[in-house]
């Protein structure tokens, strides 16, 4: 007897699951509606076009890492187009068919770990300094360890700002999401894609802890001038390993996956340094930095490893 009380617990967990995806894929198809009927003369064909594209075979190219951002302010936290921050791993596999989309979503744990064993100098969260991670939920995700994969409220403040645009103009990618997108998808811009990293975002959050995506998240995005991960990225800027980043420093590499090839030093010293501001009032604001502690990380001298 005591076994039938857990199956039925169980199977009230898998239907409220499905109930969740189901309620988020509504969203974004709601808006997708309305904009087609703000936007398209032929909406039918539109339609189809996209619903060809998400279960089609058609061959797809992988996207190679290039910054998308337009903001048109590249100092704020949020670009008006999102979505730039890249995969750190350009090798990986999107030319999938229906059929593996689906396997991979019941068999996520076995994709990762093959995903991960591709990425050259893995560091784990216990090598980073914790200023390194903190700095990244609190510029890209500060709801990161309450939510459960996806937040309602951006989505739907986004939801309405694309119906107004006409267009797909912002996202509410949580970091979770765009650890999916980094490992499994493209960068293309579609409400299908959305769906489907809504999907892969919520089953990895339900086999993986939050340290683990965020640790996973930092081995996978692209930090901009060809570093790929965090170990890259410490090496290439700063010349050192990870663990010896200080906190000045960290805020600056978690300034960069917002537009990679703005925000580099090696592109434009000033503009990344004034990024590392806003990273740095960020982390003040979720109490990561007391304000003495900010104070340090804002006249910390930032040398980098390649002069020009």
Do not use: C
Request: proline share 4%; hydrophobic share 40%.
């Amino acid at each position: 007897m005591s076994e039938q009380p857990k199956q039925k617990r169980s199977f009230r967990v898998i239907i409220r699951f499905f109930q969740i995806v189901a309620a988020l894929i509504f969203v974004f198809w709601a808006s997708f509606f309305v904009t087609l009927a703000i936007r398209s003369s032929h909406p039918i064909d539109y339609l189809f076009s996209y619903v060809e594209d998400f279960f089609g075979d058609e061959d797809k190219k992988p996207v190679t890492p290039t910054p998308t951002s337009t903001n048109k302010n590249p100092i704020n936290n949020r670009t008006t187009s999102t979505d730039s921050r890249t995969s750190a791993v350009p090798v990986k596999n999107t030319d999938v068919g229906i059929v593996d989309r689906v396997g991979r979503i019941f068999s996520i744990e076995d994709a990762v770990n093959e995903h991960v064993r591709k990425i050259p100098h893995y560091v784990s969260l216990d090598d980073m300094p914790r200023s390194i991670w903190q700095a990244i939920i609190a510029v890209e995700d500060t709801r990161f360890y309450s939510h459960s994969g996806f937040d309602l409220t951006g989505i739907a403040r986004a939801a309405v700002v694309n119906v107004e645009a006409g267009d797909i103009e912002e996202g509410a990618s949580t970091i979770t999401q765009q650890l999916a997108k980094n490992m499994f998808l493209t960068s293309e811009q579609s409400f299908s894609r959305k769906a489907e990293e809504l999907i892969l975002a919520m089953n990895l959050e339900r086999h993986f802890s939050k340290d683990k995506i965020i640790e996973m998240y930092l081995n996978t995005i692209y930090f901009g001038s060809n570093f790929y991960g965090i170990y890259d990225a410490a090496q290439g800027y700063f010349g050192k390993e990870p663990k010896d980043l200080t906190v000045g420093e960290s805020a600056m590499l978690a300034g960069l996956p917002n537009a990679p090839s703005l925000y580099s030093p090696y592109v434009d010293f000033m503009l990344a340094k004034k990024r590392q501001l806003v990273v740095i009032d960020a982390m003040t604001r979720a109490h990561y930095l007391s304000e003495r502690e900010a104070e340090n990380a804002r006249i910390e001298e930032i040398v980098l490893a390649k002069n020009f």
